[in-house]
């Protein structure tokens, strides 16, 4: 008898369901929610098997076996007051592009001092010296409630 020969294509694959598990990162999977809540409660019990935080900082540290909580580690998101705002959050490719030079301190001081100075020369508001007999609050701030209020949030918009 003639046997025929046919080429057939295998459906399984080459490793026949087998797996390299160590291939895998599985971080914190080893155990049962019970396991790992004790684990958890106490960490000197399973010194071998370290917790993965991936990427996330502690807000607190240990210690003599307290954890403290750290007030100034905790991330506040600073969110505005959008109430009322005529806005959209989108913007479109369309929109025109903006271009504006750079802002020098030139600039800072005519926005700020010049016009009060303008006023004060033509009124005769000025001492010999060329100091203001009335002088504005930005005028009367030391420097450094100066360099505090500069530094506050919002403080390069106007």
């Not at 800072?108 to 609050?137: C, H, M, R, V, W």
Request: glycine share 6%; hydrophobic share 30%.
């Amino acid at each position: 008898m003639f046997h025929m020969l046919k080429r057939c294509i295998g459906t399984s694959a080459a490793v026949a369901g087998k797996h390299n598990f160590r291939k895998f990162l599985l971080y914190n999977k080893r155990g049962t929610r019970v396991f790992k809540k004790l684990r958890a409660a106490n960490p000197q019990l399973y010194p071998d098997m370290p917790i993965d935080k991936r990427g996330v900082r502690d807000t607190g540290v240990s210690r003599n076996g307290q954890y403290i909580e750290i007030p100034e580690k905790i991330p506040e998101l600073v969110v505005p007051n959008l109430d009322g705002c005529k806005f959209k959050p989108y913007v479109s490719y369309r929109a025109p592009d903006v271009v504006q030079s750079e802002f020098t301190s030139q600039d800072l001081f005519n926005a700020l001092y010049a016009q009060k100075i303008i006023d004060d020369f033509s009124s005769g508001k000025l001492e010999e010296d060329g100091s203001p007999k009335e002088s504005s609050t930005e005028e009367s701030q030391t420097p450094d409630e100066a360099w505090t209020k500069a530094r506050k949030t919002g403080s390069d918009m106007f």
